[in-house]
């Protein structure tokens, strides 16, 4: 009897497919060639959080003294690489337990396509063969490396090694990449008392959509934390010798240090799958396909996350399980692939995250773009914590009220824009956020103040309060 499904990767995205799909009966099983909890588990979005935890606490202290907190704390990279172990290891624990609770089957080792309802796990003599009526692949990114560089143990390291083993010795560390990854790294490891030479190419998350407001606050943030100004340059060369890596850049720059890392984005798994054998092919990139139901070019098989792309990140596989699982059960009424709805979210020096169109996308796509904003520096909530830095900032129609976009800076922003992103209807948001029930003092109420603002600022005021 075959399985109704059978999920190739076991990050947040085939994690959650998982779950979903056992709580609604169906036959499930997951493979994974890996570690259990794929990337953001084990070398990702789970570590790095209780790293930047650590790094807010020791910037922190420069201000405690005026609030009545004495003393001095320093960093210890080794006890942090320590303490982000025990807190991956917990949370792979609860995972597995929880898939066994679900009576999901798991199967370790290399998961492969092999004809329609099929997936063969390993090979040779251990070989299993998986009957099943649908497939999701799953199979997320590995890091994307510059050219002609490749990882050398203890010298030149991806953020997965980071998390793999304990940091190498040194103090003297390179970090190349101006992205969310290299942005998020320059404060953590600065204030986990490394010496930083960052190689960035230009200013942080300048390919982002964050607003320039965004951008200069984080930029502020970053160098009021003693990270290293963002070299302009870019990373040439770099060779391993007994001194260290002696870095090369295109600017004719030269420097040696203890060990590099890379923070230089990633690249899709989509080799070794067995695609061929359903006629899937992926595209110059390495990215599967997908229509905007997730579905692949051979049916029964879906792709989501990273491995599909463009967004590349946790949040967006978890919202992608959730479609493909819907569409497998219900494909007389398949749901659309979410993109403009989840949320991005910086883990830096400040924190930022956002949603939806900026204003010029906005603008190119025939809306008028109305904006409502509300700042943290007369916050009763964000002035007794001492951290007054940022924003939020709402993207409407001008002429339906339509929610547009939407932005947070600010300690705790990647919490708060759920207020936004959790609205299932964009034609109600700015309503049921002028209507909310809020706690005082709180960061969250100042979304009220912004769609208010908004609506008084831009004539839709009788629209928000009187329904007209």
Known sequence: MPLDLVIIGSGPGGYRAAVLAALQGLQTAIVEKDVWGGCCLNRGCVPKKAWHDSARLLARQHHLAERGVLGELRPDLGRAWQHQRRVVERVRESYLDYLAHLKVARHAGHGRLDGPGRVVVGGGEGETVLETRH?????????????????????????????????????????????????????????????LLWIAGGAPLRASDFSPSARQALARALRESGAPEPLPARLAEARVGDEGVRLTLDDGGEHVVDWLLLGTGRRPVSTGLGLETVGIAPDTDGFIPVDEYLRTSAPGVFAIGDCVGPAMTANQALADAAVAVHNIRHPDRPRTRPLREVPLAVYSAVELARLGLTEEQAEDEGFEPAVGFAAFATDPKALGEDDAEGYLRLLADMDEGTLLGAEAVGHGAGELIHLVSTRPDPESVLRELAHGRYNHPTRSEQWQNAAETLAAKWGLAGWLWDGE
Do not use: K, M, S
């Not at 497939?135 to 390291?157: K, M, N």
């Open 135 to 195: 497939v999701i692949l799953a199979t997320g990114a590995v890091p994307a490396l510059p050219a002609g560089l490749a990882p050398v143990p203890g010298r030149i390291l991806t953020t997965d090694d980071l998390f793999q083993a304990p940091p190498p010795p040194g103090r003297r560390v390179a970090l190349v990449g101006g992205g969310v990854i290299g942005t998020e790294f320059a404060f953590i490891l600065r204030q986990l008392g490394l010496d």
